[in-house]
Structure formats: structure tokens, C-alpha cells
């Protein structure tokens, strides 16, 4: 049976995802209210600006129901804004977070130079091609915990990683046609 996901449709790129987890294989919803978390494998938090779809979280209950789900089994990719939205701690900011991946989220971390820009990135576990990857004001993960596993670098920066079922990127694969990385998180919904 196809993994049930959702896309938190709060703000942000909604659409792109729910193509994109069509492509891989999901079936999809968009979430607006908490009681539609109850049945999902998966949701999906996008990029937007993580300060709005926070206070949006917070007024509509996620902040709760989120890591309620989260225990139950469903496993959370956020990408971009939801990259920072999943982490235990943002630097310089009290911003509301989720604290699902135990690492440190530093915001528009590559400067204002590089507001955004794409770069093939070596992803061994997805296979020999890289990836296309789309950076625009994106964060990265400074440091993780203990039981994160770290896929990605940019240099020195960590742009991808995962813990459990969550996974979270600093780049947006929603905007690509590539499906590899859509089809991972699903993946990991499946582990036990
Ligand atoms: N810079 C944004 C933030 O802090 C994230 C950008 C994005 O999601 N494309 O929320």
C-alpha cells in the first residue's frame, strides 16, 4: 500500500511537495487542522519562512499534535523552513520549534552573497548521480546529537540528515524533477 503523507499547509511551497510525493509514490493531503495528522506515515514541513509557519503552528495546535504523531510512528521531513522548524535548537533565535532531530539549526547560514544557488551534490546513499540541489536563504545544521546521521555536506556544512524517520534538508528537492529524495523519506516510513 502507498505511504499515506501529508503536507503541512500553512505556508510555503505545498504544491511542489505534493507533486513531488505523488511522483515518489505517496498518497498525499494537505494538513490544515490537527485531527488530519491522525492516520498519516508522513508529513511533509516546506520551505517558506520558518518565523510564520512557527506562529501559524503554534496558533493551530501542530506544536502539540506534531511530536504527539511523531511518537505514535509518523516520521517528519522538513525542508528548508521546516529544516529549522524540526531542530532541538536554533541559533540566536527562540523562534517555536519542534525539537524532533537533536542538532543546531543556524539560519540563512550561507550569507547574503549566496542568497540562493544550485549545486550538484554527491549523495552516495540515493546512488552515483548526484543530486540537483536548490539553496535559496537557506539554513544548514551546524552540529548534531548522537544517533543523527549526517547524508550531506556542503563543504563543511551539513545539508542533510535524518534520525529515525525524520529527515530533514537544507535544499529543496520539491523543486527538481528528481524524485531520489521524496522516495527516501519513504523509505524511512517504512523502517520500523
Ligand atoms: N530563511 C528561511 C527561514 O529562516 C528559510 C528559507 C526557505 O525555506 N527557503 O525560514
Avoid: W
Avoid at 510564520?52 to 503552528?57: E, S, Y
Avoid at 537533536?102 to 546512488?127: C, H, T, W, Y
Avoid at 543523527?148 to 528537492?173: Q, W
Amino acid at each position: 500500500m502507498a505511504p499515506r503523507v501529508g503536507v503541512l499547509d500553512l505556508q510555503g511551497d505545498v504544491a511542489e511537495h505534493v507533486e513531488a510525493l505523488q511522483r515518489a509514490g505517496a498518497e498525499t493531503f494537505r494538513i490544515k487542522r490537527v485531527e488530519q495528522l491522525a492516520d498519516l506515515d508522513g508529513l511533509v514541513i516546506p520551505g517558506g519562512e520558518s518565523t510564520a509557519i512557527g506562529k501559524l503552528m503554534t496558533r493551530y495546535g501542530f506544536m502539540d499534535a506534531i511530536p504527539r504523531e511523531a511518537r505514535r510512528g509518523m516520521g517528519v521531513y522538513g525542508t528548508c523552513a521546516g529544516l529549522i522548524l524540526v531542530a532541538t535548537e536554533i541559533d540566536g533565535s527562540s523562534q517555536p520549534r519542534l525539537g524532533l532531530i537533536d542538532m543546531v539549526a543556524k539560519r540563512n547560514a550561507f550569507g547574503r552573497q549566496r542568497e540562493s544557488f544550485e549545486i550538484d551534490l554527491d549523495l552516495p546513499e540515493l546512488g552515483k548521480e548526484p543530486v540537483r540541489a536548490v539553496f535559496i536563504r537557506a539554513p544548514y545544521v551546524g552540529s548534531v546529537g548522537p544517533g543523527v546521521r549526517v547524508l550531506a555536506r556542503v563543504g563543511e556544512k551539513i545539508v542533510m540528515a535524518s534520525a529515525g524517520k525524520h529527515l530533514v534538508t537544507a535544499f529543496h528537492p520539491e523543486l527538481t524533477e528528481d524524485p531520489r529524495v521524496h522516495r527516501y523519506f519513504l523509505d524511512l516510513l517504512g523502517k520500523s
